[in-house]
């Protein structure tokens, strides 16, 4: 008798122990699959902010074009421009010698 009572005792013990461990586990696997999420958040952040800095430099580079352009009109306006004051200066030169010879 003493025998089974020890026995039942030691029964209990392992199911409990076996409960334990499974309790266990079930956090594990809980932490686990946080921590996955928590990784996958962060690779998601990750890639995110990546696209963010590529959509930002592309920006960037969309804007030194249009800055590149504005200034490259400018500078032709300004060419344009000067050519025709030299040919208005030639013109009245040109003029100013007629003028002087009649």
Avoid: H
Avoid at 8 to 36: D, G, H, P, W
Avoid at 58 to 70: A, P
């Amino acid at each position: 008798q003493l025998w089974k009572k020890e026995k039942r005792s030691l029964q209990l013990e392992v199911e409990e122990a076996m409960q334990a461990v499974s309790r266990e586990k079930k956090k594990l696997s809980i932490e686990r699959k946080e921590s996955e999420q928590q990784s996958a958040e962060q690779k998601a952040k990750i890639r995110e902010d990546g696209l963010l800095l590529s959509k930002e430099k592309e920006m960037q580079k969309i804007e030194m074009q249009t800055y590149e352009k504005e200034y490259l009109n400018a500078k032709s306006s300004v060419e344009d421009r000067a050519r025709e004051l030299d040919k208005r200066e030639e013109n009245l030169k040109s003029r100013e010698l007629r003028v002087e010879l009649e």
